[in-house]
T-cell receptor, first 108, second 119 residues
Framework: RKEVEQDPGPFNVPEGATVAFNCTYS??????FFWYRQDCRKEPKLLMS???SGNEDGRFTAQLNRASQYISLLIRDSKLSDSATYLC?????????FGKGTRLHILP | GAVVSQHPSRVICKSGTSVKIECRSL??????MFWYRQFPKQSLMLMAT???????TYEQGVEKDKFLINHASLTLSTLTVTSAHPEDSSFYIC???WGWGNTYNSPLHFGNGTRLTVT
């Protein structure tokens, strides 16, 4: 089992819909969590950090459930420009572990 | 915000030659930088962790003699792909962290990547 697992994609979602991504991690010693967005053939960019209390940034909401060892990302009112690959990243000790990413296609 | 600059963005080289990729942190001091490789439709794979003033730490399966990493200053790390082969063709990305506490608990800022094609 991989240490960080994400929903397999791609997700094809109509514009305006709400999209939810989940990511599970296997090591309970994991310390910090992030969501990155990667556009095709580009470098990843930080979307948001994920805090235990949950956090929101505009249309994006991230949540962490340490007991169940998963993090989630919710995108509301999705836009065409949200089409990208969303990477879950988990830090543990001296390791940075990337999920494989979930591809999202927003359909007009 | 923090900026990491990577150069070149694209390089085509012949098999057997060496290619150097530079990664610079432009507005902060990065004691630790990370180098990744990404093959098409695959996730980022960490190759090595580059520490300023000391030897890099390589991930299992990454040949340190083939992928030479130098981190001579707090703002510059270089990756040299030596004796490149077509199978080394990939997207190479560096990243660095700034901000609070442990490097590994801070968000990463990525360079814009280098697309290497070995013919």
């Amino acid at each position: 089992r991989k240490e960080v697992e994400q929903d397999p994609g791609p997700f094809n979602v109509p514009e305006g819909a709400t999209v939810a991504f989940n990511c599970t991690y296997s090591n309970s010693a994991s310390q910090s969590f992030f969501w990155y967005r990667q556009d095709c053939r580009k470098e990843p960019k930080l979307l948001m950090s994920v805090y235990s209390s949950g956090n929101e940034d505009g249309r994006f909401t991230a949540q962490l459930n340490r007991a169940s060892q998963y993090i989630s990302l919710l995108i509301r009112d999705s836009k065409l420009s949200d089409s990208a690959t969303y990477l879950c990243v988990v830090n543990r000790d001296d390791k940075i572990i990337f999920g494989k990413g979930t591809r999202l296609h927003i359909l007009p | 915000g923090a900026v990491v600059s990577q150069h070149p963005s694209r390089v085509i080289c012949k098999s057997g030659t060496s290619v150097k990729i530079e990664c610079r942190s432009l507005d902060f001091q990065a004691t630790t930088m990370f180098w990744y490789r990404q093959f098409p439709k695959q996730s980022l794979m960490l190759m090595a962790t580059s520490n300023e003033g000391s030897k890099a730490t390589y991930e299992q399966g990454v040949e340190k003699d083939k992928f030479l990493i130098n981190h001579a200053s707090l703002t510059l790390s270089t990756l040299t792909v030596t004796s490149a082969h077509p199978e080394d063709s990939s997207f190479y990305i560096c990243s660095a962290s700034w901000g609070w506490g442990n490097t590994y608990n801070s968000p990463l800022h990525f360079g814009n990547g280098t697309r290497l094609t070995v013919t």
